[in-house]
């Protein structure tokens, strides 16, 4: 394998092949630094690329990420017959970048909360913890002595 293949097409939507955390560094130091990221990460979103690290960004990042413009009013995965066409939603979403440029990693938090808050639920299973802790009711009275009038 060359080493631009293992540095953005090493994740596959499978994802049975393990990633070397080293590899994927240096992609996304050489993504940050790169004058057409934005493009890059906009085209991913919008033609909605399923494998490797385009943008500075992983598949789950990139999902996040066209959520958020969503959110704000971006049609970036709308295919529907009043969407935009492909080359206005790029546009869009490309100017929603520029307008956001802390978006990215708002994305890369987003996913990164989910994975820990997924491991710990995984690890809780493995070791027979509850998952989530139940808040106690208070059991109903079984008299209504000592109990005063409520009008």
């Known amino acids: 394998m060359r080493w631009r293949d293992r540095l953005w097409t090493f994740e596959d939507s499978a994802r049975d092949d393990p990633v070397d955390p080293l590899w994927r560094t240096v992609a996304r130091r050489v993504c940050e630094e790169c004058p057409v990221r934005r493009q890059c990460l906009a085209d991913a979103i919008v033609d909605g690329v399923q494998w490797g690290l385009l943008g500075g960004l992983r598949r789950d990042e990139r999902r996040q990420l066209a959520h958020l413009a969503e959110e704000d009013g971006v049609p970036v995965r709308d295919r529907s017959a009043r969407s935009p066409d492909r080359r206005q939603r790029f546009r869009l979403l490309l100017a929603w970048l520029r307008a956001h440029p802390d978006a990215v990693e708002s994305a890369r ?10 491991g710990e639920a995984r690890r809780r299973r493995e070791r027979g913890a509850p998952t989530r802790a139940r808040p106690r009711t208070p059991s109903p009275p079984t008299s209504t002595a000592g109990m005063r009038p409520l009008f």
Do not use: L, P, S
């Not at 938090?109 to 997924?118: L, N, S």
């Open 109 to 118: 938090d987003r996913v990164k909360a989910r994975r820990h808050a997924e």
